[in-house]
């Protein structure tokens, strides 16, 4: 089992950055390809971005392509998004998911993991 927890968020005007990071508690964070995904008001909870358990693969929304980047820091036991050129629509809540599997399925959006409560992005125009 693994806690996970979203930190990073907030408000910043369009064009800026933000990088989101993604605590995990529990020994076996190598065992788990890591995501994140997005809500915002209205919509349904959307893929972003994937990695492998090695950081070996990854995955992203055409959305994000070219824009964000996952990123994993197994001796901290995180996973970052960085997050350029940000967009009005990319305001949503970010969540970040850990599972026991390919990266690849987490990008396909139906699993079984890990999810932490989210944190909150708002871009500004």
């Known amino acids: 089992q693994v806690q996970l927890v979203e930190s990073g968020g907030g408000l910043v005007q369009a064009g800026g950055s933000l990088r989101l990071s993604c605590a995990a508690s529990?020994?076996?964070?190598?065992?788990?390809?890591m995501g994140w995904f997005r809500q915002a008001p209205g919509k349904e909870r959307e893929f972003v971005a994937a990695?492998?358990?090695?950081?070996?693969?990854?995955y992203y929304a055409d959305s994000v392509k070219g824009r964000f980047t996952i990123s994993r820091d197994s001796a901290k036991n995180t996973t970052y998004l960085q997050m350029n050129s940000l967009k009005p629509e990319d305001t949503a809540v970010y969540y970040c998911?850990?599972?026991?599997?390919?990266?690849?399925?987490?990008?396909?959006?139906?699993?079984?993991?890990?999810w932490g409560p989210g944190t909150q992005v708002t871009v500004s125009s």
């Open positions: 998911a850990a599972y026991v599997g390919r990266a690849s399925t987490i990008a396909g959006g139906t699993f079984r993991g890990y």
């Open positions: 529990g020994r076996t964070f190598n065992s788990y390809a």
């Open positions: 990695i492998s358990w090695n950081g070996g693969s990854t």
